[in-house]
């Protein structure tokens, strides 16, 4: 009660409160914060007579913290938070803490707070920087940043090793490799420096360089495992599969990552019943870890009232969203994880009319928000209804501007290209939703053979699609799912909408481009074909193959694995029959 | 032991249990009526009535496949029983098989010479295997010994009409209402037949039959107006804007009884014969509907948003309505329009209806197909959308009607049996300039009537099909 959900008491008089400070400086005098056995009663003692206590909360959060008593630490940041809201350290400490935790929205909320608290602190700039990388929005961080330096009139070179990063993430690589240079000829053998300039070398290609800086940051970081694992999947990008392994195995890690990579090299080098082990075994080192999993009623119910509403007969009386006059439109490249989607996307975005997009989180925030922006009582998608509404009409035209507004902020687009790309996976759960918001945007729907993309997704550690990487079956019912979602959209309502085979855009890649280009409306541009040459950096987890040359050693895989993906082949064989592929 | 349970229930005598199903049957329990015949069939296999009377039921169901299984499976057991082969016959010729239906029909007749209803079917049979001149036969020797049959009159005045006689075919179609179950739609009280001449008062013209009859035949009302004071036309709702923009002085009513005070009445499906058609006086072929320009400028808009591209539009149909006689022969799946839907540079504009719409869903050719037909409200707005379209595709539905009577470009899938109007073995048609036949040269090889409608698009327009 004393730290978690104490309810509000009337505040002490301020004499009182001098008192309590003056218990709370000699407990500091006397205890170091990490002492694990340290006597806390004083600190309890001024919370009963003054729960809002402001020094007592922070040391109290401190201990909790730094003893890894993470949701006492939380709880008591949030009750320091809501008696202090215009404490600057408050809000900044509960933004990093949400940031640790992967509630970005909740990491964004506090930093917002914090800056407008005090927006000339380097330090509120830095951490909404911070977030705002963390959620890949690229430009909007590196604005931070830079404004974190100038306000701090140093070159901090944490800040621009962050700098870095917030470059990288827009592809401007050459920029991105200049701070982090600057950084470290500041401070040489920082590992966060170092680190980062690796992942930039990387995207730019520069493989041998960037084996060199993960190595170097591995001598420094010897414990740290993002660093080991980046570093093999690079060896085994440039061919040094043996060596990647070697490193592999000397990490002890409970995640499951290391062994998810370790799979994925060993299936290169062909040995694939090993490699699905490894892959097999990281998955529930993943599950014991604590990692999340596929709810499976929750999201059939979240389906079947996706199907319930988009239906024919509702539709008709719904309007559609005019196109915006002089805004740049999406094109939506839509399929679920590992079809295809980044690979296409790099090809079209090499197109002179199209800029890259990327993986737009709009469509799905769109979702969340539409009862808010068209004021429903309702949750997503009933909220729908406020469009028959006299008063709603133009509710589709808030939600359109609500996504273009979203995708300017993330410098989605060029105002000198007529369109640009969002490519997020599982966007097809909201087709319905795009028809009405942007019926006159092209969908172009990648399908893979289902088998390939269950095996890829359970192969990699993805989050998208409710989590349902976390298991097999779980990934292979989600696809099953979301095909007969995709089904009835296309059964119930008039959509933009292309189909486009994986396996004829890596075997027949300028048919399969000159079909896309005729859909959009655009002329065929070879350089569609010549992609590897844009040096664009992609945030997923495709971008390392997209950034080689088409090959299509990854259609059909499947079949290498034919026995363990009996569990899969049990759930999907209808899917797999209906998209027109074999078993 | 309890005395129950050392006596059991003696099982049913089949032939009561027969009997009790016939009556099921009788009843219109067709699912109840099945559960006892199973059950009997399951003591007494080799049942020949019993196996006839499942095949009925199954044939009612629409599962002809199995129902053909049965009837033979009856016939294996008592092949002397006529009436278990006029019933293959029938079954056969209903499954689109009518070459061994007409096999089935000959034994029938054979075995029961004088047996009318055999013949009938034998004759439906060898009308559907386009074997004419003897259908024909069949139908006068029922004609000899019951003069008012009206299935053998409208066989005859199918045939008649299908060989482009059509004074003779105009005089047999009349018979139409004498066929067992039809029945001709009439205003209240007694109102006197129309028979074509110039008349004072008010004119009431049904439209009757389905809506590509309507259709096709609403190019007479312009000519019906010219012969009387005023016209009222009763229609559906969803041909009734069609009909006022066709005739604008004629009065339009969707409901039979809001027509008062009429001198006559006639039904759209006589007037042909009325106006004395001829296989080269057919009025209007070059079109006579219009769009309301309202709904073409919306329908132009929303192409525009949907399909903008350089792609040619075609418009595509591939079910008609499943209640349809003829439905087996016309409707194809989405799926079998492989070979169009292999052509590059088209976007295809579904403008399918009801059910038939959910294979939508299960498309994954190559080309972009846009489904529409959850917008089309009714004829007006697939009207609009057809004049945005380059051309259509489509089985023997209405939207070909409708296509052609706007006189826009349209190509018709025929089967190899085609309804009478379409006539016989030419690619054009006389009813509307636009539109374009595609035949299947045998029955069932409506893949192959695809490919070539699919190869000569391609030279055509030059291109080649995507693999």
């Known amino acids: 009660m004393r730290c978690c959900d104490l309810p509000p008491v009337a505040l002490p008089m301020a004499e009182h409160a001098r008192v309590l400070d003056g218990v709370l400086e000699k407990w500091q005098e006397t205890h170091e914060i990490s002492q694990a056995d340290a006597d806390e009663r004083p600190l309890l003692a001024i919370l009963d007579l003054a729960s809002d206590h402001a020094g007592a909360l922070r040391a109290l959060y401190a201990r909790r913290a730094t003893h890894g008593l993470a949701s006492a630490a939380d709880a008591l940041l949030v009750r320091f938070v809501s008696h202090h809201p215009n404490d600057i350290w408050g809000r900044c400490e509960l933004a990093l803490r949400s940031l640790q935790r992967g509630d970005l929205g909740g990491a964004e909320s506090q930093a917002r707070s914090a800056i407008r608290l005090a927006p000339l602190s380097p330090q509120t700039h830095g951490i909404v920087g911070l977030v705002l990388l ?142 699905f082990a490894a892959w097999k075994q990281g998955k529930a080192q993943y599950v014991a870890a604590g990692g999340q999993t596929y709810r499976e009623g929750e999201v059939a119910a979240y389906l079947n009232r996706l199907r319930g509403f988009y239906a024919a007969h509702r539709l008709r009386n719904l309007p559609r969203a005019a196109v915006a006059a002089g805004e740049p439109q999406p094109i939506f490249i839509v399929g679920f994880p590992r079809s295809g989607t980044t690979l296409v996307e790099q090809m079209l ?235 | 032991m309890s005395d129950s349970e050392t006596r059991e229930t003696p099982p049913e005598n089949p032939e009561a249990l027969f009997l009790r199903a016939s009556q099921l049957h009788a009843a219109g329990r067709l699912e109840e009526a099945k559960a006892v015949i199973q059950a009997m069939l399951a003591t007494t296999p080799n049942h020949a009535g019993a196996l006839n009377l499942l095949a009925i039921i199954f044939g009612q169901q629409g599962d002809l496949g199995r129902a053909c299984d049965l009837v033979a499976q009856a016939i294996d057991h008592d092949g002397a029983n006529p009436i278990y082969h006029r ?49 024909v036969a069949n139908a006068d020797f029922v004609l000899a010994r019951d003069a008012e049959n009206g299935s053998a009159h409208f066989l005859k005045a199918q045939v008649a009409l299908m060989q482009g006689a059509f004074a003779e075919g105009w005089e047999e179609y009349r018979w139409r209402w004498k066929i067992p179950g039809a029945e001709r739609p009439h205003p209240a009280g007694n109102v006197p037949e129309w028979d074509g001449a110039t008349m004072a008062g008010t ?49 339009v009513v969707t409901e039979l009884n809001a027509a008062k005070d009429v001198a006559a009445y006639e039904v759209f499906s006589s007037l042909p014969g009325l106006a004395g058609t001829r296989l080269g006086s057919v009025p209007l072929a070059d079109g006579y509907l219009t769009v309301d320009p309202v709904r073409q400028s919306r329908w132009h808009k929303r192409l525009a948003q949907l399909a903008p591209g350089p792609n040619r539009l075609v418009g595509l149909v591939w079910a008609g309505r499943r209640e349809h006689r003829g439905d087996r022969m016309r409707s194809m799946p989405l799926a079998a329009f492989q070979p169009l839907l292999a052509l590059p540079g088209v976007t295809y504009i579904a403008l399918q209806k009801s059910e038939p719409v959910a294979q939508i869903g299960r498309y994954f050719g190559p080309a972009p197909l846009i489904n529409l037909g959850p917008e089309l409200e009714d004829f007006d707005d697939t009207a609009a959308v057809l004049t945005e379209l380059d051309l259509l595709v489509s089985v023997d539905t209405s939207v070909v009607h409708l296509s052609g009577a706007l006189g826009r470009p349209a190509h018709a899938l025929l089967p190899f049996r085609p309804d009478w109007r379409w006539l016989l073995g030419r690619s054009d048609t006389p009813w509307y300039d636009s539109v374009t036949l595609w035949r299947d040269e045998a029955p069932r090889t409506r893949p192959a009537t695809v490919a070539r409608l699919a190869e000569f698009l391609a030279k055509t327009w030059e291109v080649s099909a995507v693999a």
């Not at chain 1, 870095?164 to 490799?177: E, F, I, V, W, Y």
């Not at chain 1, 093999?232 to 392994?245: D, T, Y």
Request: charged letters at 25%; aromatic letters at 6%; a negative charge.
């Open chain 1, 134 to 275: 963390e959620q890949s929005r690229g430009h909007a961080a590196e604005f931070h940043f830079r404004r974190a330096l100038e306000l701090s009139a140093s070159r901090d070179p944490i800040l621009l090793a962050r700098l870095g990063t917030a470059l990288r993430q827009q592809s401007r690589l050459n920029d991105s490799r200049e701070v982090y240079a600057e950084a470290d000829a500041q401070v040489p053998g920082n590992f966060e420096i170092v680190f980062g300039w690796a992942r930039t070398e990387e995207a730019a290609q520069n493989f041998e360089r960037a084996a060199e800086l993960f190595e170097q940051a591995c001598r420094l970081a010897p414990e740290n495992m993002a660093v080991r694992i980046s570093l093999a999947e690079l060896l085994a990008r440039i061919g040094r599969r043996e060596e990647a392994l070697e490193g592999l195995a000397k990490i002890e890690d409970t995640s499951g990552s290391a062994l998810m990579t370790r799979g994925r090299i060993l299936d290169r080098m062909g040995r694939h019943d090993e490699a």
């Open chain 1, 349 to 583: 975005c090499a197109h002179p009319l199209i800029a890259g997009g990327d993986e737009l989180p709009m469509i799905h925030n769109l979702a969340q928000a539409a009862p808010h922006l068209l004021n429903s009582p309702l949750s997503y998608p009933e909220a729908l209804a406020e469009l028959w509404m006299g008063d709603g009409q133009e509710g589709l035209e808030v939600l359109r501007d609500q996504y273009l507004r979203g995708a300017r902020h993330l410098r989605a687009y060029d105002p000198s290209r007529p369109w640009f790309t969002d490519k997020m996976p599982l966007n097809e759960t909201h087709l319905g939703l795009i028809g009405l918001v942007f019926p006159a945007s092209p969908i172009i729907q990648l399908v893979r053979h289902p088998l390939d993309v269950v095996l890829s997704v359970f192969s990699n550690q993805l989050t998208h699609g409710y989590h349902c990487a976390a298991k097999l079956e779980t990934a292979a019912l989600h696809f099953a799912r979301i095909s007969e979602l995709v089904m009835s959209y296309r059964a119930e309502m008039a959509l933009r909408h292309l189909m486009l085979r994986y396996e004829d855009v890596v075997t027949e890649p300028e048919a399969s481009i000159r079909r896309v280009s005729d859909f959009i409306g655009i002329d065929f541009d070879e350089r569609c074909l010549r992609f590897t040459e844009n040096r664009r950096y992609a945030r997923t987890a495709s971008h390392a193959q997209v950034t080689e040359p088409l090959y299509n050693r990854s259609a059909f895989r499947w079949r290498k694995y034919r026995e363990q993906l009996q569990p899969a082949i049990q759930i999907l064989e209808p899917t797999i029959k209906r998209l027109g592929y074999d078993i």
């Open chain 2, 87 to 135: 019933n293959l016959c029938e079954l056969r010729r209903q499954n689109d098989h009518a070459a061994s239906a007409m096999e089935a029909g000959r034994r029938a007749v054979a075995l029961a010479p004088e047996d009318l209803v055999a013949r009938m079917n034998l004759a439906m049979a060898e009308q559907d295997a386009l074997a004419l001149e003897a259908a």
């Open chain 2, 203 to 251: 004119l009431l013209l049904i439209a009757d039959q389905g809506f590509g009859d309507m259709i096709q035949f609403s190019r007479f009302l312009p000519w019906a107006r010219e012969r009387c004071d005023q016209l009222v036309l009763a229609c559906p709702r969803d041909i009734s804007d069609l009909m006022r923009r066709l005739v604008p002085e004629a009065r």
